[in-house]
């Protein structure tokens, strides 16, 4: 119980930075209430207090602005950004390392019983407003854009957005690998932009990230073959990149990227 707090709070300050210290997080934050509230109340449900456990769920949800059903299945390391108007149904199944804005439903499609609400997988984000409804299946590492309704499978890895939900980024392809490594070692953020969006800069940052993986492709097979002549010159290191320089130009394109498309970035909080 105790190592399953400490993982639940240091999931706050790895996905929180407002978060200042353990003291804060522990008598501040309501997404962390609501989630000690769950484990005690899905104890008790498990054990056949289920009126008990209801009692409980129904005093967190007036003191946090949070509905977990006890009945629910919650993973480790699950994480409720600020949390007002959250709902989660009792059917309802969260993985390991998720993460839930304010104002996300996890509900149901139909009155019959069994399971009739979502099944997230590891890892998924569901942004602020988003609704999840039915007994579908979130595929691991997968992202729901704020305000989206999604009612339909989603694989793992994707990005979906809009009323009706729909894909616009799928993941796990070699050219997102690609750019996922040039991303890295420039020290840009590139999340959110696929070329299925209506987003000139985001395509043409794409452009620009395959055009230098090729440069260093090329470069790369020239230094091999200056090494095999016995020229030394391409083993100096080349000079460190300052992140710092890039971190304008991130914002800057997220920005633009979440007002082109009408939908805010799912993994960004709202002005703290």
Same mark, same amino acid.
């Given at each position: 119980?105790?190592?399953?707090?400490?993982?639940?709070?240091?999931?706050?300050?790895?996905?929180?930075?407002?978060?200042?210290?353990?003291?804060?997080?522990?008598?501040?934050?309501?997404?962390?209430?609501?989630?000690?509230?769950?484990?005690?109340?899905?104890?008790?449900?498990?054990?056949?207090?289920?009126?008990?456990?209801?009692?409980?769920?129904?005093?967190?949800?007036?003191?946090?602005?949070?509905?977990?059903?006890?009945?629910?299945?919650?993973?480790?390391?699950?994480?409720?950004?600020?949390?007002?108007?959250?709902?989660? =149904? %009792?059917? @309802?199944? *969260? /993985?390991?390392?998720?993460?839930?804005?304010?104002? +996300?439903?996890? !509900?149901? &499609?139909?009155?019959?019983?069994?399971?009739?609400?979502?099944?997230?997988?590891?890892?998924?984000?569901?942004?602020?407003?988003?609704?999840?409804?039915?007994?579908?299946?979130? =595929? %691991?590492? @997968?992202? *729901? /854009?704020?305000?989206?309704?999604?009612?339909?499978? +989603?694989?793992? !890895?994707? &990005?979906?957005?809009?009323?009706?939900?729909?894909?616009?980024?799928?993941?796990?392809?070699?050219?997102?690998?690609?750019?996922?490594?040039?991303?890295?070692?420039?020290?840009?953020?590139?999340?959110?932009?696929?070329?299925?969006?209506?987003?000139?800069?985001?395509?043409?940052?794409?452009?620009?990230?395959?055009?230098?993986?090729?440069?260093?492709?090329?470069?790369?097979?020239?230094?091999?073959?200056?090494?095999?002549?016995?020229?030394?010159?391409?083993?100096?290191?080349?000079?460190?990149?300052?992140?710092?320089?890039?971190?304008?130009?991130?914002?800057?394109?997220?920005?633009?990227?979440?007002?082109?498309?009408?939908?805010?970035?799912?993994?960004?909080?709202?002005?703290?």
């Amino acid at each position: 119980m105790i190592r399953q707090l400490r993982e639940d709070i240091a999931s706050v300050f790895e996905r929180d930075p407002a978060a200042r210290n353990t003291f804060e997080v522990i008598t501040t934050y309501p997404g962390l209430h609501a989630l000690l509230h769950y484990r005690l109340a899905n104890w008790l449900w498990r054990k056949g207090f289920k009126w008990l456990a209801r009692m409980l769920s129904t005093f967190s949800r007036w003191m946090t602005g949070i509905e977990i059903h006890p009945g629910a299945t919650i993973g480790r390391r699950f994480f409720i950004d600020h949390g007002m108007g959250v709902v989660i =149904g %009792e059917t @309802a199944e *969260i /993985g390991d390392d998720c993460t839930l804005y304010h104002g +996300v439903t996890l !509900g149901g &499609t139909t009155w019959n019983k069994g399971k009739r609400h979502p099944t997230l997988e590891n890892g998924v984000v569901v942004g602020a407003g988003a609704k999840v409804l039915g007994p579908i299946n979130v =595929g %691991e590492n @997968a992202r *729901i /854009g704020s305000n989206a309704v999604v009612t339909k499978e +989603v694989p793992a !890895g994707a &990005t979906v957005v809009g009323i009706p939900g729909r894909i616009v980024r799928k993941a796990n392809s070699a050219e997102d690998e690609q750019r996922r490594k040039i991303a890295e070692k420039i020290g840009f953020d590139a999340y959110g932009m696929a070329d299925e969006m209506p987003d000139p800069i985001a395509r043409s940052i794409h452009n620009l990230m395959d055009h230098m993986h090729a440069v260093d492709r090329k470069i790369d097979t020239m230094c091999k073959a200056l090494h095999d002549m016995g020229d030394r010159t391409c083993s100096e290191a080349l000079p460190q990149l300052e992140q710092e320089t890039f971190v304008s130009l991130s914002e800057a394109v997220s920005e633009h990227a979440a007002d082109s498309d009408g939908q805010a970035e799912v993994s960004s909080p709202e002005s703290r």
